[in-house]
């Protein structure tokens, strides 16, 4: 068997896995969320599919599956469809450069547990964030609905205001470890000894805002407000096809950018082997959903912020805030050779 | 009249603000409704027992030998039954309810000069159990109960007659009959709320 293919097997079952089990948690995601957010509330939550209502996605799938498809009269149709492609891959896009742990040896190959190692993974995550977003204003601007065109418009005012705060953010732990690679990134943090959040404590908040922001999580789900705007851009999918919107935007989304969030800010795999070899990947989960708890725990905590007070906070108090850091950063990298 | 100044600001302070501290409360106030017990009934499976002066489906209390004296007075003029209604069709139900189509009552007069009531419909579908009814009843036979499930499968099926009138009645009097009167059964739940109250008698 040639190098070639061989390689290209590994890849594929590499993407088998990654897709396997953020698809799954992403769909168990919902149930958590939902019981998470019923105890906030003094609320149970589901309980009636299966032990503490554990079937309970499986069941909503079925109903989303077996749905009647209603598209709306005056709807651009293959935009329509294309902004459920649109909402979908870019999450799982941001997957393919996230490493899940240190490279390993298994039948005398080096294997390493991350889809695509290039040394630009972090611009591969900005252009998967950017690219996310076509998906929001393409269902709100094909759905031929006022609700809808609202969201997806607001949604354009939120990616004004996140997007240069974003890149800002993570350019101090870029300076900080010298280079883009996420699983230089982490090298980096692992021979330092110290997590970046430590040194960018700042840029970490920013990164926490923009991140809430692009994955549509209160504080800044003016898109989708389910009060105002009854659930915004996606309010004219149904079954599935609205499925997918909140599996990808909520979840995936959420996810893949907490674990981008750990790759930057809390050492990757990084943590005392309590677990033998399958340590790095206990830490990275434990760290990812760490995260993404406390994401969904905001969410059921915080109001909605209007969209342009969003925009006003991102470009009158986070980018100064973010620009200062970034100098002060750079100055004394400079300054202690690195 | 004295203004009383509340300690709340409307502003945070510039350390607040830079540490979240807004954030921080709520996030710690929903951490702290996390682990409490949820106050969910899972409805099918747990039902909550209203107080007994819930303003559920209505009853007839009926003939059984617990009625007050004055109720004695007007037997002779009754054709009453043991165990039937007490109703003496006088219509202050009727008068009372702001609805007027949802009593249809009718009495006869029997051989021997005795009121006999025939019929007491009421159709549930009209009533908004005010319970105004019940305060008008002069002999104490309306009433009204702790059922609240009153869904049906037809309209007919809304519409309560003499007998089952007298059927909901009979089982609430044996069931809850001697309950204090009160809005809360439990002394304890009460007292929480309004502070300790004496009964007298």
Same mark, same amino acid.
């Given at each position: ?270 943590? +005392? ?6 340590? +790095? ?58 | ?56 489906? $209505?009853? $007839? ?141």
């Amino acid at each position: 068997m040639s190098e070639f293919t061989l390689s290209l097997i590994i890849t594929l079952v590499k993407i088998a896995v990654v897709l396997g089990v953020a698809m799954g948690l992403g769909a168990y995601l919902t149930w958590f969320e939902r019981k998470l957010a019923g105890h906030i509330q003094a609320r149970l939550g589901p309980t009636v599919v299966g032990p503490f209502g554990l079937l309970q996605p499986l069941a909503d799938g079925i109903k989303l599956l077996t749905k009647e498809p209603i598209i709306p009269r005056g709807a651009d149709v293959p935009v329509y469809y294309l902004a459920i492609v649109l909402a979908l891959a870019p999450a799982i896009l941001l997957f393919s450069v996230i490493p899940f742990g240190p490279g390993f040896t298994l039948l005398g190959r080096e294997i390493k547990p991350i889809i695509a190692d290039v040394n630009i993974a972090l611009l591969v995550v900005f252009a998967m964030g950017s690219l996310a977003v076509y998906g929001t204003i393409f269902s709100g601007w094909a759905s031929n609905s006022k609700y809808a065109f609202i969201g997806s418009l607001r949604k354009a005012a939120v990616i004004i205001a996140y997007e240069v705060v974003l890149g800002f953010a993570v350019l101090g732990v870029v300076l900080l470890a010298g280079t883009l690679s996420t699983t230089g990134i982490v090298q980096a943090q692992i021979d330092k000894g110290v997590w970046f959040v430590f040194y960018q404590p700042v840029a970490f908040i920013l990164f926490l805002f923009c991140m809430l922001a692009e994955s549509g999580r209160v504080p800044f789900d003016i898109q989708e407000a389910e009060a105002e705007l009854v659930t915004g851009y996606n309010v004219e999918y149904g079954g599935m096809k609205f499925g997918i919107f909140p599996l990808a935007e909520w979840y995936l989304n959420v996810m893949a950018l907490s674990a981008i969030a750990v790759v930057l800010f809390f050492g990757g795999w990084s943590g +005392p082997p309590i677990l033998g070899p399958l340590s +790095p990947y206990f830490w990275f989960l434990a760290k990812m959903f760490g995260l993404v708890f406390f994401v969904i725990w905001l969410h059921w905590t915080l109001p909605r912020f209007q969209a342009k007070d969003v925009t006003e906070v991102a470009w009158k108090i986070m980018l100064p805030l973010a620009l200062v850091n970034i100098i002060f950063t750079a100055v004394v990298v400079y300054m202690r050779g690195g | 009249m004295a203004v009383k100044r509340l300690g709340r600001k409307d502003y945070l302070n510039i350390l607040e603000a830079i540490f979240f501290i807004d954030f921080l409360k709520g996030l710690s106030v929903t951490l702290r409704n996390l682990f409490r017990r949820p106050v969910t009934t899972e409805y099918p499976s747990e039902k909550l027992t209203p107080p007994k002066r819930f303003r559920g489906a $209505h009853g $007839h209390f009926v003939w059984d030998g617990t009625e007050p004296d004055s109720l004695k007075a007007i037997e002779k003029f009754m054709s009453y039954e043991k165990g039937k209604s007490r109703c003496v069709a006088c219509y202050m139900c009727q008068t009372a309810c702001p609805m007027p189509t949802l009593f249809r009552i009718e009495a006869v007069q029997m051989p021997d000069g005795s009121k006999k009531v025939t019929r007491f419909d009421m159709n549930l579908l009209n009533c908004l159990f005010c319970g105004l009814c019940v305060d008008a009843c002069p002999v104490g036979c309306l009433t009204m109960t702790d059922l609240y499930e009153l869904a049906g499968y037809s309209r007919r099926d809304e519409v309560l007659r003499m007998d089952r009138l007298e059927e909901f009645a009979i089982d609430f009097k044996k069931r809850r009959g001697d309950e204090p009167d009160r809005i809360w059964p439990v002394d304890g739940e009460r007292e929480k709320l309004w502070g300790r109250i004496e009964w007298t008698g």
